[in-house]
């Protein structure tokens, strides 16, 4: 029988990348907080998580939720 081990820092980064696509950031960060999960490096985590991103992209995206939470 094999067992699969989860790479920790990977789980996290992917189960940020769920909350933040379905949730609005400060739900996240709060969140975090809660759980003490904020705890790290947060430039490892910022660059795994908005690697693929620009600030253009990112204003896009804020921009298309802001005008939806209207």
């Known amino acids: 029988m094999?067992?699969?081990v989860i790479n920790e820092q990977q789980n996290l980064q992917?189960?940020?990348?769920?909350?933040?696509?379905h949730?609005?950031?400060a739900k996240v960060?709060?969140?975090?907080?809660?759980?003490?999960?904020?705890?790290?490096d947060y430039l490892q985590l910022?660059?795994?998580?908005?690697?693929q991103e620009t600030v253009d992209s990112l204003y896009e995206k804020i921009k298309e939720y802001q005008e939806s939470a209207d």
């Not at 992917?14 to 696509?21: A, P, R």
């Not at 960060?29 to 790290?40: D, W």
């Not at 910022?46 to 690697?51: D, P, R, W, Y």
């Open 2 to 4: 094999t067992i699969k």
């Open 14 to 21: 992917e189960v940020m990348q769920v909350l933040l696509t």
């Open 23 to 25: 949730l609005e950031p």
């Open 29 to 40: 960060m709060k969140f975090l907080a809660t759980c003490k999960l904020g705890e790290g």
């Open 46 to 51: 910022k660059e795994a998580l908005f690697s």
